[in-house]
């Protein structure tokens, strides 16, 4: 950036990525991104994701594909192991390098690499990589040129290594405004903890709340990664975790876990017959009414009814609706 006219350029962009960040769906952030990126620096392709270092190369976690194939990424997972470009990657707590393929991995063991990058028009690589010291987790962004004589230039690498701090606590921002989207806790009768984490359970992020209810929870929670209780749940499909302290609700979305906790409440102890009798009652319905809706009978509901305001310990439907306003 050797010009004023290149810095007001390199101004606007950023104004524009940080406005998409707080604009955009999350489902269109990052190809949005990319092609700002592309704008200043062109490429014809690119891979974007988290990844953390292995015996057999880079063990993706998240990934986010502009203009290649799904199909790239069993491919590359069967060729891992010869990626010394990746590899070395992690050496440090933030590169960015430029590689031909020709070049990079003329070694003639590495030759099953070079025919899948070429499978998939891969000729040059731009790499950037921010590692976290403490964990050695990798957030990367990888440019792709199919030009054989296409590679990148010094200024080029010099740019990404400006650009990509940026780009990718933009990419935080989106995130973290998709997570307020999806609850306003504001809103809710118990003010929620909030987190992101992906699917193995390397948290992204975690508001103050979230960390002081899952401590409440598990005692030796650490804050990088989700308890082991709660990451197994949900990759098991589970709905809501109900724990011995705190109640938890995630949605999957990009690969990742959106999560909401609150503390758990009286009603968190209801079955769930006794919960929809509980919603009823709610709704003003009498013991008769909820019989007839549930086909059950009429002094059964009565009997279940008075089990509900005692479990809760509530005497009347006000308080029984206050109750069931803290299980929301």
């Known amino acids: ?37 592309k704008g200043v620096l062109p490429f014809d392709s690119s891979l974007w994701g988290t990844a953390a270092p292995s015996p057999g190369g880079a063990d993706i976690h998240t990934v986010h594909l502009h203009n290649k194939s799904p199909e790239m990424l069993p491919a590359y997972e069967s060729v891992k192991h010869l990626d010394t470009a990746v590899a070395g990657m992690f050496a440090e707590p933030r590169a960015t390098r430029g590689f031909h393929l020709e070049t990079w991995f003329s070694d003639p063991r590495q030759q099953a690499i070079r025919d899948m990058m070429r499978r998939f028009e891969i000729e040059n690589m731009l790499a950037t990589t921010v590692i976290d010291p403490a964990t050695r987790f990798a957030h990367w962004i990888l440019l792709y040129r199919a030009e054989r004589d296409a590679g990148y230039t010094p200024e080029e690498t010099g740019l990404l290594a400006l650009l990509a701090p940026h780009v990718m606590e933009a990419l935080a921002i989106n995130r973290k405004m998709h997570l307020e989207r999806l609850g306003p806790a504001e809103q809710d009768a118990v003010p929620r903890g909030s987190a992101i984490a992906d699917l193995r359970g390397v948290v992204y992020h975690a508001d103050a709340r979230f960390a002081a209810l899952a401590g409440e929870e598990w005692d030796d929670w650490h804050e990088r990664r989700l308890p082991a209780a709660l990451a197994s749940h949900f990759q098991g499909d589970g709905e809501r975790f109900r724990g011995r302290a705190v109640v ?27 919960f929809t009798i509980a919603k009823l009652i709610a709704k003003g319905d009498t013991h008769k009414e ?4 549930l086909t059950r009978s009429p002094a059964t509901v009565r009997n279940q009814i008075q089990a509900i305001y005692e479990k809760l310990g509530v005497g ?3 308080g029984l609706i206050e109750a069931l306003r803290l299980a929301d």
């Open 248 to 274: 938890v609700d995630a949605r999957v979305e990009q690969q990742l876990l959106f999560l909401k906790a609150r503390p758990r409440c009286l009603a968190d102890g209801l079955t769930a017959r006794e």
């Open 290 to 293: 909820i019989a007839q809706t």
């Open 316 to 318: 009347n439907i006000a």
């Open 1 to 37: 950036m050797d010009s004023l006219d290149e810095l007001q350029r390199y101004s606007q962009l950023l104004l524009r990525l940080y406005r998409m960040a707080q604009d955009l769906p999350i489902t269109e952030f990052q190809d949005a991104a990319l092609g700002l990126v």
